[in-house]
Structures are given as structure tokens and as C-alpha cells.
């Protein structure tokens, strides 16, 4: 089986729904900004202040086409990988790219007590996400080959991915459906 690439908006529920489609699908569960924190030996912040933006996705793209050489895996993008046509090609190549698409308002509720995320530490939060949000949903859109609405609980809505990967007019001749749970 082709890997599984998560993709969508903070706090749409990538990387809780794709442990959970790892769990049910006995494939490994990987996190790409985790993947690239491992292989830098800082944190995406320190990425961030030490390399700039440009640095920071530079080790992203180098990522993509690292983990899209690979098998059987559940990958969990950063918020704006796929915002990015080198990335979303490298993964294309192999991968079925899965939206978890939820409405802002809900990425709203979800992160109103975050205080990990950068961009949300700030005054005006609801503003700028609103404008990344916009900015970024048609990029998403573009990039995936399927949608899946992420408005329910995580594992209902990762039971909704795997089926929809399972009956993707696309795959059907190219994924091994026996070990889908």
C-alpha cells in the first residue's frame, strides 16, 4: 500500500486522526515536523530563528521526498507542506493526499487554548488565522486527491479516511484493501 499523506488546515486533526488510521491500518504513524525536529536536532521554532523560513522549507522538502521513497506509512503534514507544489509533487508520485477538511470556526474552538503554536500567541489571532486559512484551503483542495469532512471525532473521521482511500476509483487497482480494518 501507497502511503497515506494528512493534510489541512492547524488543529484539523492530523495528527490525532492519523494515529488512529495507523492503529487501525497496523501501518506506521509518522509526523512530518517531528521527522524533520529528529534529523535537524531542534525544534521547528529553533529551525525557524537559526535557518529562516527558507531554511525551514528546504528540511521540509527534503522530508516529503524522503518519506515518499518509503512504505505503509501515515503521514501527518505540517500546516503548510502542502501549500507548496515541489511537495505536493513529491508526494504524488506514490501517496494518496487526504484533506481533513473542518471549517475555521471549528479550528477555532479546537485551538482557543493553544499555546504551542506561534501564530496564535498574538492579539489578533482570529484575524490571521482567518487570512492563512483562506489563503491556504484552495492550496489544500488542490493538492488532495480526497476529501474527508474532519467535523466528527477522531476515530470516526479516521474510519472515514481509510474508507475513502479503500473505494478511491484511483487506487482501487493499487492498494492491498485485506489489511484496511
Sequence with gaps: MNNIVLCGFMGCGKSTV???????????????????EQKAGMCVSEIFEKYGEQGFRDMEHEACEELSR?????????????????????????????????DLETIKNRLRND?????????????????????????????????????????KTAFAVIDAVRLHPIHKKSIDYSDLK
Excluded: C
Design 18 to 36: 492519523g494515529k488512529n488510521v495507523a492503529r487501525k491500518t497496523g501501518k506506521k504513524y509518522v509526523d512530518m515536523d517531528f521527522y524533520i
Design 70 to 102: 518509503e512504505k505503509n506509512l501515515i503521514i501527518a503534514s505540517g500546516g503548510g507542506a502542502l501549500t507548496f507544489e515541489r511537495n505536493v509533487e513529491a508526494f504524488k508520485k506514490n501517496d494518496t493526499v487526504v484533506l481533513l477538511d473542518v
Design 115 to 155: 499555546t504551542k503554536r506561534p501564530l496564535l500567541q498574538r492579539p489578533d489571532k482570529d484575524k490571521v488565522m482567518k487570512e492563512l486559512y483562506d489563503k491556504r484551503l484552495p492550496l489544500y483542495i488542490s493538492a488532495a486527491d480526497i476529501v474527508v469532512k474532519g467535523q466528527s471525532t477522531p476515530l
